[in-house]
């Protein structure tokens, strides 16, 4: 079977109706693209994050097939969450990292430096996840927007198939959306 996305969709509407032959199908198909989201994850990681792609695809592997209440709609959808997840694994890592900074009520000993999460960037990811839970609470959709595109890669079209709008809409709030989180982390303020 090949990766077209009807076959994607069609697998995912398999896998909810509990049939789990689909999920060992579908894994195989969607493991260069999640490989692809953690990439672009990463990327804007420091050089050494402790983390390396496999380990984030796998990480959300391991959240996606316990998945139990999701509704799969398609592809897109399911890479949406695949996004969101890796996402929240990435700023798990960074809180993580900096409870450890702070003591964290263990001894940590490092045997290669230059693999540590640096403080700067942990701080960078926290005050980028802050913001977005900021532009969340005022404006759910932008921020799923951001969410999908800036971190999950996703271009317009796909982002407006997984929200169910159109490109032009997704285009316009993409556009407010970084103008308002550009503000908010230059500037400090909190304010719409």
Same mark, same amino acid.
């Given at each position: ?25 579908? %894994? ?74 702070? !003591? ?38 932008? !921020? ?9 890669? %996703? ?8 929200? !169910? ?22 500037? !400090?303020?909190?304010?719409?």
């Amino acid at each position: 079977m090949n990766s077209t996305p009807s076959n994607v969709t069609q697998l995912l509407v398999n896998w909810n109706n509990g049939d789990q032959a689909a999920l060992n199908q579908l %894994l195989p198909l969607v493991n260069d693209e999640l490989r692809r989201l953690a990439r672009n994850y990463l990327r804007r990681e420091s050089p050494g994050h402790t983390l390396q792609p496999t380990a984030l695809v796998n990480e959300a592997y391991l959240r996606l097939i316990d998945q139990r209440q999701v509704q799969w709609q398609n592809r897109a959808h399911f890479f949406g969450i695949a996004a969101q997840l890796m996402r929240r694994i990435l700023v798990d890592h960074a809180r993580r990292h900096a409870y450890a900074k702070r !003591g964290g009520g263990a001894i940590q000993v490092s045997f290669d430096e230059g693999m540590a999460v640096t403080e700067a960037k942990a701080a960078e990811l926290l005050a980028v996840h802050e913001a977005l839970e900021k532009l969340n609470a005022m404006d759910a959709r932008k !921020g799923r927007i951001v969410e999908l595109r800036f971190f999950g890669g %996703l271009n317009l079209d796909e982002t407006a198939e997984v929200l !169910g709008i159109s490109s032009p809409t997704v285009q316009r709030e993409w556009r407010a959306a970084k103008a308002w989180l550009h503000r908010i982390l230059t500037e !400090g303020h909190d304010d719409a």
